[in-house]
T-cell receptor, first 110, second 113 residues
């Protein structure tokens, strides 16, 4: 079982609200990732970080932002949630090639 | 464009049978990985095969890689009901960032008791 945690696991929120999805890992990995996944579909990389104060946008354009001020913590923020943001968000970390995933946050924006 | 594409999209078999899933990709790679995802959960790494390897085994899993055809297969032998999950291949493109992965759409495997 990987030591990577995501909170909340489920979130239902109204349009226009600001939300932060938390992700933390205790493995000391430098590299962390955020993916977006719709049901039954592939994962799309939306943000990644190779270390503290390093963040990059992924292959899928996203209105979310991330920060990495501590190695173990990689939160994702949506300033104004919209129904199109409804999806599952998966956080992962890696030391080399193998990625370890958290359980995911299922976000529903009404 | 999609780097990894799994085939078939869905597979239903009986317990004890073997399950084979295929993955095709488009660009040169350093490694190819297979992950498993139980419904509504995060992914779990199963196996990694390097571009200079042709076959790899791990327990009931057998992975092959054919870089000339840009394809890989995952074989699960003697399947169990607990193997029911989605299986994804993931590649990292050579020449680019080695640690970013591109995932395929996955194969949904159902193993009937």
């Amino acid at each position: 079982e990987a030591d990577i945690y995501q909170t909340p696991r489920y979130l239902v929120i109204g349009t226009g609200k600001k939300i932060t999805l938390e992700c933390s890992q205790t493995m000391g990995h430098d590299k962390m990732y955020w993916y977006q996944q719709d049901p039954g579909m592939e994962l799309h990389l939306i943000h990644y970080s190779y270390g503290v104060n390093s963040t990059e946008k992924g292959d899928l354009s996203s209105e979310s932002t991330v920060s990495r001020i501590r190695t173990e913590h990689f939160p994702l923020t949506l300033e104004s949630a919209r129904p199109s943001h409804t999806s599952q968000y998966l956080c992962a970390s890696s030391e080399y090639y193998e990625q370890y995933f958290g359980p995911g946050t299922r976000l529903t924006v009404t | 464009s999609q780097q990894g594409e799994e085939d078939p999209q869905a597979l239903s078999i009986q317990e004890g049978e073997n399950a084979t899933m295929n993955c095709s990709y488009k660009t040169s790679i350093n490694n190819l990985q297979w992950y498993r995802q139980n419904s509504g959960r995060g992914l779990v790494h199963l196996i990694l095969i390097r571009s200079n390897e042709r076959e790899k085994h791990s327990g009931r899993l057998r992975v092959t890689l054919d870089t000339s055809k840009k394809s890989s297969s995952l074989l699960i032998t003697a399947s169990r009901a607990a193997d029911t999950a989605s299986y994804f291949c993931a590649t990292d493109a050579s020449g680019g960032s080695n640690y970013k992965l591109t995932f395929g759409k996955g194969t949904l495997l159902t193993v009937n008791p």
